[in-house]
Nanobody, 115 residues
């Protein structure tokens, strides 16, 4: 069992930056693939970025070059650095930990991009 707590969301102007954090507890963090998803009002949840236990990353085309996912295994935390934010990045951002058939979700953190 893994407990995930996201933080770092908020209100930011277009072009601004935010860093989201997701702190994990309850299990061995190192083995999990950690991902960030987001869900905008009226839309399906979508994958934003992921990082494997070995450090391999991938990101959605819509955020490539703007968002960076990293992990600190010593702190059992995964981060999402979001730069050059756009209006369409507004959503609730969720952290996910996956390993085999196991999948755990955080409660989400709201990111609002608005002028």
């Amino acid at each position: 069992q893994v407990q995930l707590v996201e933080s770092g969301g908020g209100l930011v102007q277009p072009g601004g930056s935010l860093r989201l954090s997701c702190a994990a507890s309850g299990s061995i963090f190192d083995i999990y693939t950690m991902s960030w998803y987001r869900q905008a009002p009226g839309k399906q949840r979508e994958l934003v970025a992921a990082i494997t236990a070995g450090g391999t990353t991938n990101a959605a085309d819509s955020v490539k070059g703007r968002f960076t996912i990293t992990r600190d295994n010593a702190k059992a935390t995964v981060y999402l650095q979001m730069n050059k934010l756009k209006l369409e990045d507004t959503a609730v951002y969720y952290c996910n930990a996956g390993w085999g058939s196991a999948s755990y979700w955080g409660q989400g953190t709201q990111v609002t991009v608005s002028s």
